[in-house]
T-cell receptor
Framework: AQSVTQLGSHVSVSEGALVLLRCNYSSSVPPYLFWYVQYPNQGLQLLLKYTTGATLVKGINGFEAEFKKSETSFHLTKPSAHMSDAAEYFCAVSEGNAGNMLTFGGGTRLMVKP | DADVTQTPRNRITKTGKRIMLECSQTKGHDRMYWYRQDPGLGLRLIYYSFDVKDINKGEISDGYSVSRQAQAKFSLSLESAIPNQTALYFC????????????FGPGTRLTVT
């Protein structure tokens, strides 16, 4: 069975600082990995995804994530935080042979201080 | 206009009442999903449907039922609401050709008193 663990339910950074949100997964088959972002009072929107190929994937708003199979990780980073990045971020995993079901982590709320 | 819409956006109901949450999409996707979100637990899958005649239980289907009235409409019902069903409910869609990428509605905040 697949599962996702996001380390840190709350992360606080200063504006302009590096953003690092951690995600570790377990999967019995090569996973597909996703980061979704949820702004206040909105639904989730896809930030980026890894399916196959290049392990460093770039998403919207300057975010990127690297798939590290040996570490079973898919951490999300952004070099310089902006106030508008304040939101909740969800990591998700899908096993291709499970009918594309997504399993979500518990979420990390990112706060950006001026 | 939003591609995935949910009604109502907010609802307060009493224990034991039947309630229906509705989801409509204009994306033309064949696959639709219902999730609930609870703080610290992320999103958990309640039911999903790959087409009008295909309905499947998810991780936490007890106490819920669904109806896929058309390709574009997928409703979630709570037959007899209980307080621990208080949560944020999301509908999502995906296409068979790009099925791993899901598109979410804005959510329905349900409170059961």
């Amino acid at each position: 069975a697949q599962s996702v663990t996001q380390l840190g339910s709350h992360v606080s950074v200063s504006e302009g600082a590096l953003v690092l949100l951690r995600c570790n997964y377990s999967s019995s088959v090569p996973p597909y990995l996703f980061w979704y972002v949820q702004y206040p009072n909105q639904g989730l929107q896809l930030l980026l995804k890894y399916t196959t190929g290049a392990t460093l994937v770039k998403g919207i708003n300057g975010f990127e994530a690297e798939f590290k199979k040996s570490e079973t990780s898919f951490h999300l980073t952004k070099p310089s935080a902006h106030m508008s990045d304040a939101a909740e971020y969800f990591c998700a995993v899908s096993e291709g042979n499970a009918g594309n079901m997504l399993t979500f982590g518990g979420g990390t709320r990112l706060m950006v201080k001026p | 206009d939003a591609d995935v819409t949910q009604t109502p956006r907010n609802r307060i109901t009493k224990t034991g009442k039947r309630i229906m949450l509705e989801c409509s999409q204009t994306k033309g996707h064949d696959r639709m999903y219902w999730y609930r979100q609870d703080p610290g637990l992320g999103l958990r899958l309640i039911y999903y449907s790959f087409d009008v005649k295909d309905i499947n239980k998810g991780e936490i289907s007890d106490g819920y039922s669904v109806s896929r009235q058309a390709q574009a409409k997928f409703s979630l019902s709570l037959e007899s609401a209980i307080p621990n069903q208080t949560a944020l409910y999301f509908c999502a869609t995906s296409a068979g050709t790009n099925r791993y990428e899901q598109y979410f509605g804005p959510g329905t905040r349900l409170t059961v008193t």
